[in-house]
């Protein structure tokens, strides 16, 4: 059943600092997982105009943000095939490149690049402590540390949720 939604505090298995971090970050995913739940292809790679992301390349974007930030945990990157290098490219840029290239992939490959790129996150996790939150990197106004980088990971997640939800209340009626 899992620890309840709304609440953000300690999580089993993790230090306490690094369990609320956890907690926001299950809350994000949670909330951008019920936003999308029955979307067909056509409705994941609609365009509302020229200039928009489709829902589709959003949901690949939050996985290629999470992505990103996993070398922060020491977790090595799989190089793959170069199509699937060309599809992250794509979702770290969206735009143009993202318009043509993630297109055409069910709900169920998005949902299941979230899960498997959060998965491999939470584990990394469970073997750091919260002192490693505090690690820094950067020097003057670039400067950051850990806590801050797995923030805006779901702080991201969740600015495109608000994309998402207003991409999909003007989705043409089917």
Known sequence: MGEPLCVIGDRPGYSPRIGRLVAMMEYARRTT???????????????????????????????G????????LGIEQESGPAEEQQDWEA??????LGRRRLR???LGYYLDL????RARTLEAMRRRDDAWLDIEKGEGQGRCNRHWEWFHVFEDELNHRGQIRWLKRRLPAG
Not at 91 to 96: P, R
């Open 65 to 72: 943000i999470e992505r990103y930030y996993q070398k922060t």
């Open 33 to 63: 997982v019920d936003e999308v739940q029955g979307l067909t292809v056509e409705q994941l790679d609609h365009l509302h105009d020229a200039q928009s992301n489709s829902i589709g390349a959003l949901l690949h974007h939050i996985a």
């Open 91 to 96: 979702a770290e840029e969206l735009g143009d």
């Open 114 to 117: 979230l899960a498997s790129l």
């Open 104 to 106: 055409g992939r069910p």
